[in-house]
């Protein structure tokens, strides 16, 4: 029996799965150029978007490069130690280089050269590692996904800003939500992270998504379409309508299937962006789902509230991915079977 090409586990690369093509190619592109003009890279959407999946494809191409040595590290640990340690651990002439030039025993990394006086700071020893990583041609990449805003990661990208001024070949990708990759922009100090170039994940193209059921589990392309667009490009629930097509072997959209569907988006993505929403936001979100898309005017309407009422929830909503307000006037959910999420939480006194 063939194995599930769909997967729910995030952070996974799935076998089955719709490439950025767009944004990984262009981040590509830019870092294997002879010349790099940017130095860093931030992606950001909401939960479910493929974000790690993307950070993920990068990386493999990048890793194919013998020119570069990637680097993966989390947002919250000490992230200068933990590079010249990866570096030490996973590079032999780094290893080399380090065992004999530099004496780090005062921070757990390398042979105790007691001749040599310990290094004063990770910093310092960074900053010789790199010079000595150029001198080979080489270059780093650093990859930190669900970036958050930490002292650990303050501390790292001004110390990162520093390293660029000297032209040492370090480079930077971070992946994160909305919130998380803004809170670190707005950071006094950090306007080299504000200025670094942002991808967004945007949906899936629904063309794409209906070849690819089609072809993947026999359906019809009625079927497909249906299924495409029940999806709304949304990453996630991609993978796991097509996961539970499959699983239950389904040629049709079933109760069952869609019961699947709304328990998994529930229990992975929706119960923690409902809980982190604002009761304002709430209520009017509750409005929002009852169509496609409707005008500001009609919502206001249904919620008799003003202009200066909605413009904070708008703007919150919008940050964290929740609706599309970019035709002008219009809104409209961006979140597939949010309608049916709301009115379970209605039921359970959720709201």
Known sequence: MKRNPYII?????PKQYISRDYLVDSIVETLESDVVEEQAFKITGIRGTGKTVALTAIEKQIRENDNWIVVDLKSNSDITKDLVAELYSEVPFVTKFIDANLNLSLFGIGLNVSKKSPAASLDYALKVILQEVDKKGKRVLIAIDEVRNTPEIIDFIQEFQILIRQELPI???VAGLYE?????????????FLRASKYEIKPLNLNMICDDYENTLGVSSEVALEMAKTTKGYA??????GKYMWDYGEKEITKKVLYSLDEILEEKVYKKIWNELAPNDRYFLRFIVEKESMTATELLSKTKKSHSEWSIPRARLKEKGIIDVETRGMIAIKLPRFKEFIENQELLGNV
Not at 180 to 192: P, Q
Not at 236 to 241: D, G, H, I, P, T
């Open 9 to 13: 586990s995030f952070g996974r690369l």
């Open 171 to 173: 480079y930077i990708i």
């Open 236 to 241: 996630f629930a991609y993978q796991a309508l």
């Open 180 to 192: 998380d990759i803004e809170s670190v922009e707005n950071t006094d100090g950090l306007t080299f």
